[in-house]
């Protein structure tokens, strides 16, 4: 590797790591040759009740699809993050919690840990959940949401955490399609100085959901909300009258341990089901790895708990591994555009895990409030969620790291659970901009439309073509949605949805999704429910939705709207539409740019050409290619001169 562009592991990392670059090499042909040697050996890193004896059980055969890993083992995911370590780290802390506001924190020992998760378990118990029985978790960062997870882990419930930003609709929809009994939130939440109305929201979202028998509500700020008598409970009260001990119970690997909702190209949202064994064993070898941790590292993933990376790399990866996570309430650029390099110097962060939208938003904000900040504590910087393009990388690496931290950009997905490609620190030379190589037992193939696998420095459809212990293993209540969505595409392979690029290298470089899903500040957005949500107001007869690019955000959400018959397309209704939409979904659906579509682009067939679309709304109409089969071609002209993005 001689290209200029490629930055060197350092000595002394390769020597302090957990694996060198031959020690990477070795390992992972080792893992890909004898899968089940490999995993046999390393699904010991957690503590199971009954040992398994078998490992793989696996086939990607749409006629007869399952993925079964460490099948016959048991085992407890809250005992292996908490009662194991009490031994040796009973007075270690388990969460670092940096409240919003910078004058509040919080150090959770693992001793704390056990009796607050305990206690949370019981009062589930108390409100009736079993195991087997799904539990909504709709909370803002704080360490109740550690804490509820955690509980029912414990208990053999299975979670389903919605992000704090979501309406009450779209919690509604969540709340619905799995069917929980119980609801856990708070008052409200607190943001950038701004409070978030959750019991509100959830009070809104129940007038939906019959089958919620109670709600039970975390104290944050005491600010004033409505309660429901005989189903509301404040947690304080609930868990004082409850035992501080909830002995773990015995789950198979194979049990459901949470569901998380996540956007697809088509349809509603789906319930990815994560399960036990394989699920820990993953993110906890990949946490050790990836992130090259070492006992007494702090460790800082900035992600909300609401999303898989806060599922993954806040709460069971690390504390399985015994680590010291730390859990941020607040958002970048408040009370100033300092803080997460403050809040770094406060708790001296080794590790820092984040998303490229919030360095480019960062970064545009120059040097000097990062370079205020000493940073000394950090040896290791991350990246997730989104491509990140080459410029923000070497921002990244040079402002904030001062050249001396490696960056891993680490790709995966709401489905594989954990990371699948990235350097590993002390194995892998860094090429900005590249998530370089594959973990230890991930196959990644690039594949044609054809779905004929592309070998050497190629382009094509991102697929990986065998299954790794964190795999997703349905989607919630309806398997054939996980079938045809996954293994349909290009048969015997997982399909990611993303495409990518495979250099001379054999480094992999994402370049983005390849189907209707767009990526706005690293968060999935479906296109398709965007569209429903302009849909269902009465003013709007048609949409369509593509995402463009966008300087900060990474996407942005660009809308072609059609109005019914007789209604005037004005700027308060452009302004409507937005506030619509993010009462619909949430803020992170709003639209950036609505263009009023007297007609869409579609083939004679009826379908929407939403390739010219794209290129409409990236402002690159000069270059639309074939537009013969449109039905009628004069609308495009329109688009064009119409069209709201002329950066
Ligand atoms: C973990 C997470 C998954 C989608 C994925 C891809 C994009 C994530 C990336 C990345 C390029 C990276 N993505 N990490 N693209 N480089 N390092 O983000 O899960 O919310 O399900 O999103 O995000 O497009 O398919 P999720």
Redesign the pocket.
Known sequence: MSDASVIPIREDRAKSAWIDEKGYFDLYERSIKDPDGFWAEHGKRIDWIKPYSKVKDISFDRNNLHIRWFEDGTLNVAANCIDRHLAKRRDQVAIIWEGDDPSEHKNITYGQLHEEVCRFANVLKAQGVKKGDRVTIYLPMIPEAAYAMLACARIGAIHSVVFGGFSPDALAGRIVDCDSTVVVTSDEGLRGGRKVPLKANTDEALKKCPGVKSVVVVKRTGGKIDWADGRDVWYHEAASKVPADCPPEEMKAEDPLFILY??GSTGSPKG?LHTSGGYLVYTSMTHQYVFDYHEGDIYWCT?DVG???GH?YIVYGPLANGATTLMFEGVPNYPDGSRFWQVVDKHKVNTFYT??TAIRALMRDGEEPVKKTNRKSLRLLG??????NPEAWLWYYRVVGDEKSPIV????????GG?L??PLPGATPLKPGS?TRPFFGVLPVLVDHEGNELKGATEGNLCIADSWPGQMRTVYGDHQRFIDTYFSTFLGYYF???GARRDEDGYYW????VDD?I?VS???MGTAEVESALVAHPKVAEAAVVGYPHDIKGQGIYAYVTLTAGEEPTEALRKELVQWVRKEIGPIASPDLIQWAPGLPKTRSGKIMRRILRKIAANEYDALGDTSTLADPGVVNDLIENRMNRA
């Open positions: 996540t956007s990815v992600a999303w898989v990376t993954s998303a490229p990246s997730v969620g989104e491509p990140i950009d680490t790709w995966w997905q709401t489905e594989t990371i490609i990235s998530a990611t949805g993303d994402i370049t983005g999704r899903v990526n690293g968060h999935r």
